[in-house]
């Protein structure tokens, strides 16, 4: 090669350093501190240096020169710069200003570009051909396969205006690469792509169908930006903010192209027809790149919020599948047998999606019928495997189906607590039996593809043997499931293809252990390299979990039992190997799981009662049943996992990235009662794992007692903003007197109930029918309840109207009730009752409107003070249907008081610790020292107690409270009321009930919340209050029923109840605050809350505004959490000084 020939072919070294004012100007930069001296002589701030990184487009540029239709290299992009070209050329035109100086020019972005995001027409095609540096292939050596490139530098500081404001046809206006987005942009390349699919390689989707199709989609392109950072910034909590501004990007892309999504034509199609998706509607023309956003934000939606699902995509995403499907004529067989590669693409991961789901809510079986036209029993001649599914769509369609079925079958059980429930359930049974057997029959009948089938995908640690042996271990997963949970359809003659034939056990232990151990040896010839090993967890869990009890030595069965223990072993090592090649740390959980479900499975009932695995494995019995079946066992596990799933790309993710949900959680505390019997313990979300015992340090720099909302609010605030936090729970669950229990198919507050006006309404609150009334004389008597509110104001008026003042001139301002003019302190010392004696109204309408205000502490009016009363009336806006409405109208849907708890726990970045209750607090000049009954001492340099007023007296303190805090302390609130919720067999309209504190009754008022679902479990739910000291055992089943048909309701045809006993709760001593008649407020409030040294107090009990309300916690925390955060400044201020 002569010399003139390398020159010409020698690639030319561009420059990487220097400001960008210079590279623009195309002239070397002196790179001189703290500017170049170049934007200083023309008078420009110098924008700095920048280093640049590297990013690695191998894969990506043989990608698009080996596809057939790629044409000459990457001419997606050389057609994406002409259009930038024209964009700027338009904008550059002869209206388009005065003429600079060809070394000034420059070409400024819009608006909405980031910083740093000018560019000249030249740079921006000089970073394209920097990022995309592709040579077309030679035509003199195209029979040659194409060589991966090397790495090419990216100059951060030059960006990308790909600014088509005038020009539609170019859609990627809003991108401006920075280093950051470089950097994630990297590791979508060489990390999220490979783990995230089945296989790797240039014919990977989301290496070429993705990249083509994101380089014209801003949706899509910020999609895969924030799928990409939520992976890369996992658990690096400084950079939380990243992933979430990209996912908001993301999602505000989304926004706008739904809104304006166009209307393709309008299809008719006839609903008798197997295959019909939309039935005489307008089609939407949904592009393929719209539908693999909405799906990558609802699998990833569990990368950046463990706590999310996805779900609110996958129903959207649905209606936008079956419009697409008809828009692509994908209703026709021949159409689906000629799919393009990216329409496989989305078939493969819309099935993958809704199969992962079908475990998470119930629905019904013919809402996936959807899917059904692509389970084809005649595939195309050469099969495309896909990132999610492999060669198993269809296997995917029937696993959706089935677990489905699971669900629905799971459904049923709550119906046993009912009475005329089994008569019902057997019915329903006998209908989702039948769509079992149809269904497996299906799966049996199901032919898998000859290998030379399926098509080659260019990885060589996939081979299309694997993809076949993963299509069999999830056909035996879907029939193992089935079996479990529907024991009637094992009963073929032969075995499913593949099988194991065990010789032990009945024919259904035979059958679900045979699939078990057909799946693991199947997934142990599979070569740990593999890049299968990303979508193996679903069905080692689902195998794994049915291995067990192994039988001691010496107790026969020995062959078996080796071989479980055998495969326990492959299990533990490849979940191992799974999580070296994922790398996501939540991976070991799983394996933890299944290490207690095997310890559980070879425990009698007792050991599980005392074993060391606590309330964890009881939860899991709790949930699902476990049976001594091997067929039956096998779905205890699998259901609660299944549940737990997340949604994220890949099996392995969804399964453990919120491994507090695999398993459903239950509190120790809470009593359900049912004709079968009183069940000690409710399902909760607010049951949540702590720190790990290794992670706990020994001093911090504050300790918050309690997980109330004050406690949370005062943990989160100062958490995000100094120092190491430590939250410590003498309970097993978050929330304090304020949590959701989850039972009978219902949510129930057992607690608190923050109230809101736009949140689930109290459907009998809202609207009472009638309003019945017990005196102390007589049983309940009906009352009309427009008059009965009527009458009820009538006396509030004349009760707050006090020497010529009204309830307004008494407390102004009920949220800072110390602030003067303070009149209330004159009355201070009256009762509600004292009050009332001193009207001239009639002694009916006293007693009425005494069991009204009853309800504000559950004590009659004698022990109710009138200022409690007063401020109660204030808060409500100075009005009795004020009072009710913001107290008791409204609650929080979608998971209660428990889901607000959790999404503030979700921004706290310290640590957590349970089951510890505080006995002991020491201070001294430097610090504090907690001292827990269990022993454990825990150092901090300051303390927020949010223990109730109730159980203050529990604790020591050293030194001692002051002698008015120990004064308030030892009087205490006044309310040791009871909360009780009532489900009752009759379906009826709203009504509301009260009773007086001065005759028998132990109620004080009861109202019926709302209905139950039509769908499910028909009749009332109720809510019934408790006078202090009354209504005590919780498990006195026949009083609490027969008193409460004597004294509120007669005609009650109770079902079942359930309860917390707040009374006799150690750690509450009474419900919500309320305060007697005395100099309690002006003589205690500020006492309170006054910091006793370096320990600060936080309580709804002692809020100025809604005292006892979760907006009082809130207020408390927020205000201690200040104050605590002002004094370390301060401390580490004068540290510097």
């Not at 997980?707 to 939250?727: D, Q």
Request: aromatic letters at 8%; hydrophobic letters at 35%.
């Amino acid at each position: 090669m002569s010399d003139e020939s390398h020159r010409r072919r020698a690639k030319k070294v561009k420059t990487r350093t220097g400001c960008s004012n210079c590279k623009r100007r195309k002239v070397k930069c002196d790179e001189q501190l703290p500017g170049c001296k170049r934007c200083a002589k023309i008078g420009v701030e110098c924008p700095g240096y920048y280093k640049p990184v590297k990013w690695s487009v191998k894969y990506e540029r043989h990608m698009v020169i080996s596809s057939p239709t790629a044409g000459n290299s990457f001419h997606w992009v050389e057609s994406g710069a002409n259009n930038l070209s024209s964009s700027m050329q338009l904008k550059s035109g002869p209206g388009s200003g005065k003429t600079q100086n060809d070394n000034d020019s420059e070409v400024r972005a819009p608006r909405s570009f980031t910083q740093g995001s000018r560019s000249t027409l030249s740079d921006a095609r000089e970073h394209l051909e920097d990022m995309l540096e592709i040579q077309p292939p030679s035509m003199s050596n195209s029979d040659q396969p194409s060589t991966l490139c090397d790495d090419v530098q990216v100059d951060e500081q030059c960006p990308l205006a790909l600014d088509a404001l005038y020009d539609d046809s170019f859609c990627l206006m809003s991108y401006t690469p920075t280093p950051q987005t470089s950097l994630i942009l990297d590791h979508y390349f060489t990390t999220v792509c490979h783990f995230n699919s089945s296989f790797d390689s240039a014919n990977n989707p989301f290496r070429s169908e993705v990249a083509r199709m994101m380089a014209d989609s801003p949706l899509l392109f910020s999609c895969v930006l924030s799928m990409s950072a939520a992976h890369l910034y996992q658990g690096d909590k400084n950079s939380s903010h990243v992933p979430l501004e990209f996912q908001t990007e993301a999602m505000s892309h989304l926004s706008q192209t739904l809104s304006e999504l166009p209307i393709s034509k309008e299809c008719a199609v006839h609903d008798n027809r197997p295959t019909a998706l939309v039935s005489r509607e307008r089609i939407l023309n949904v592009s393929d790149d719209l539908l693999l956003s909405i799906i990558f934000l609802g699998m990833t939606a569990a990368w950046h919020d463990v706590s999310a699902t996805g779900l609110p995509h996958l129903h959207g995403s649905r209606q936008l599948f079956k419009s697409w499907v008809v828009f692509n004529k994908l209703t026709d067989m021949d159409n689906r047998r000629q799919m393009t590669r990216t329409q496989t693409f989305v078939v493969s991961s819309m099935v993958y999606w809704e199969a992962m789901s079908s475990a998470l809510f119930d629905q019904q079986y013919e809402g996936l019928s959807h899917l059904n036209i692509f389970c084809d029993p005649h595939p195309p001649a050469l099969i495309q495997p896909c990132p999610w599914t492999g060669i198993a769509t269809p296997i995917f369609v029937f696993l959706a189906n089935t677990l489905t079925l699971v669900r629905n079958n799971q459904a049923l059980k709550s119906l046993r607590v009912f009475e005329s429930g089994e008569s019902h359930r057997k019915a329903l049974y006998a209908e989702l039996l039948a769509k079992a057997t149809s269904l497996e029959r299906e799966i049996v009948e199901y032919r898998l593809p000859f290998v030379g089938l399926i098509d080659n995908i260019g990885d060589p640690c996939t081979t299309p043997d694997h993809l076949l042996a993963i299509s069999r271990c999830y056909r035996m997963a879907a029939l193992l499931e089935l079996y479990s949970a529907f024991p009637e359809t094992t009963g073929r003659e032969e075995m499913p293809d593949g099988v194991i034939d065990l010789p032990h056990g009945d024919d259904g232990t035979r059958l679900v252990m045979g699939l078990a151990f057909s799946i693991l040896e199947t997934l142990e010839k599979i070569p740990d390299d593999s890049g299968t090993i990303s979508i193996q967890l679903l069905s080692l869990l689902i195998a794994g979990s049915v291995l067990g009890p192994v039988c001691a030595k010496g107790e026969g069965l020995g062959s078996k039992r080796l071989e479980t223990l055998r495969l326990r072993t492959f299990v533990r090592q490849r979940i191992h190997k799974m999580y070296a090649a994922v790398r996501l740390g939540p991976i070991g959980n799983a394996m933890l799981i299944l290490e207690e479900v095997w310890a559980l499975r070879g425990c009698s009932a007792s050991e599980r009662r005392n074993d060391h695995f606590g309330h964890l494995i009881s939860n899991l019995v709790h949930f699902v049943p476990i049976r001594k079946c091997a067929h039956e066992t096998s779905s205890a596990f699998k259901m609660a996992m299944f549940l737990s799933m997340n949604l994220s790309i890949s099996s392995q993710n969804s399964l453990v990235i919120s491994i507090a949900l695999v398993i459903m959680p239950t509190s120790k505390e809470g009593y359900l009662w049912t004709p079968n019997g009183l069940t000690t313990g409710l399902e909760t979300d607010s049951v949540i794992n702590g720190t790990p015992e290794s992670a706990l340090l020994d001093k911090y720099d504050v300790v918050v007692i309690g997980t109330g909302f004050a406690g949370l609010i005062a943990a989160r605030n100062i958490g995000l903003t100094t120092g190491k936090v430590l939250l410590v729970e003498g309970r097993d669950r978050i929330g304090g007197r304020t949590w959701t229990a989850k039972t009978l198919g219902e949510e129930f507050e057992m607690g608190g109930t923050w109230v809101h006006c736009n949140l689930k309404t109290s459907s009998g609150t809202a609207d009472a029918k009638y309003t019945a009334y017990t005196a102390s004389f007589a049983g309940p008597n009906k009352l009309d309840t427009k008059e009965t509110n009527q009458v009820v104001q009538k006396v509030a008026d004349a009760f707050f109207a006090i020497d010529g003042l009204t309830s307004y001139d008494l407390m102004p301002y009920p949220h800072d009730p110390l602030r003067e003019p303070a009149l209330w302190k004159k009355y201070e010392h009256l009762s509600a009752k004292d009050r009332l004696d001193q009207l001239d109204i009639p002694q009916f309408e006293k007693d009425m409107f005494d069991a009204m205000i009853s309800s504000f502490g559950s004590v009659p009016g004698s022990q109710c003070g009138f200022v409690e009363v007063l401020r109660w009336y204030a808060l409500g806006g100075h009005s009795m249907a004020g009072v009710f409405e913001r107290a008791g109208l409204c609650k929080l849907g979608n998971g209660g008081m428990t889901s607000l708890a959790l999404a503030i726990l979700s921004e706290y970045r310290g640590h957590l610790l349970f089951n510890t209750v505080v006995e002991k607090i020491d201070q001294k000049s430097n610090g504090v020292t907690l001292t827990a009954k269990n022993g454990r001492r825990i150092e901090a340099k300051y303390l927020i107690s949010t223990i109730p007023l109730n159980c203050l007296s529990d604790i020591a303190f050293n030194p001692p409270l002051s002698p008015l805090r120990q004064e308030a302390v030892k009087a205490g609130h006044i309310n040791q009321g009871a909360k009780i919720h009532f489900k009752l067999k009759q379906t009826e309209p709203g009504w509301f009930a009260m009773a007086s504190g001065y005759g028998n009754s132990p109620w004080c008022f009861a109202f019926s919340d709302h209905n139950g679902n039509t769908n499910k479990n028909n009749g009332t739910y109720c809510i019934g209050f408790g006078y202090g000291g009354h209504l005590a055992d919780p498990r006195a089943s026949g009083d609490i029923i027969a008193s409460f048909k004597e004294y509120i309701k007669p005609d009650a045809d109770v079902e079942a109840y359930l309860t917390h006993d707040w009374m006799n709760d150690d750690l509450a001593k009474g419900t919500w605050s309320c305060w007697g008649p005395g100099p309690v407020m002006s003589r205690w409030l500020k006492e309170l809350q006054t910091p006793h040294g370096r320990v600060f107090f936080a309580s709804a009990d002692w809020a100025n505004g809604w005292r006892g309300f979760i907006d009082g916690a809130i207020e408390s925390g927020i205000t201690a959490s200040v104050s605590v955060m002002r004094s370390l400044c301060w401390e580490g201020y004068l540290f510097k000084l």
